[in-house]
């Protein structure tokens, strides 16, 4: 009879926390909702129109860089308008070039005079300017990856000092796969050595296109 009268009474009590807990999400979900509102409400006043890429001007001749901003409610935009420079906060206007500044592929821009990153994360992202780069040398590599003289960089793990430079390819339409002498590549995660790509597939040795083609039918 006690134990029958303990259980129903722990039962009852997780019932209760469990309302509580939908009722906790439920008022989370509408504060958000509300925050999403109150920022597209803002946004609209500030009339932000599209210069070019990602930048964007308003009305108080603020530049910003447009950056998606995703909520358990729903997705709306925001808007970068500072950038760290020299260990401070610099409006964007007074840096970026606008007649110059370009997206030259992954998520890396640049004008006259920077190279830029958009580092995209839950609830926005950094855009910043990238000074781990070499300037003169830099370019693209594929969908995910970029490359100077000095190293090699994934667009998530910055550089990547454990990939052999002169050997590592990766090609457009590949997404985050790539491949050096020592094996394949998913980000900045060695996933297969040689020896492994010539067990699991038959073959010595594949592209890193038909590699990205292959994994991805598998799942």
Excluded at 6 to 17: G, N, R
Excluded at 29 to 54: F, G, M, Q, Y
Excluded at 166 to 174: D, E, M, P, V
Aim: proline share 1%.
């Amino acid at each position: 009879m006690f134990t029958a009268f303990i259980y129903f009474f722990f039962s009852c009590k997780t019932k209760e926390v469990e309302v509580l807990e939908e009722d906790i999400e439920t008022n989370r979900e509408k504060k958000i909702a509300t925050i999403v509102s109150r920022l597209d409400s803002i946004h609209r006043e500030l009339d932000w129109r599209k210069l070019k890429h990602n930048l964007y001007t308003n009305k108080n001749k603020e530049i910003g860089f447009q950056i998606p901003y995703a909520t358990e409610v729903g997705v709306t935009v925001s808007y970068i308008t500072h950038i760290a420079f020299e260990e401070k906060e610099i409006s964007l206007h007074k840096i970026i070039d606008t007649v110059t500044f370009t997206h030259i592929g992954s998520t890396f821009y640049k004008d006259k005079n920077h190279i830029y990153h958009y580092y995209d994360m839950a609830y926005g992202g950094k855009f910043y300017i990238y000074n781990k780069a070499d300037y003169s040398s830099f370019k693209v590599l594929g969908d995910n990856y970029a490359k100077d003289k000095n190293y090699i960089f994934g667009e998530r793990a910055g550089i990547l000092n454990h990939v052999d430079y002169k050997t590592f390819r990766t090609t457009k339409g590949s997404g985050p796969y790539a491949k050096d002498k020592n094996g394949y590549y998913f980000w900045d995660e060695l996933i297969y050595t040689n020896k492994e790509i010539e067990n699991v597939f038959g073959k010595k040795s594949i592209s890193v296109k038909e590699l990205s083609n292959l994994l991805r039918n598998n799942n």
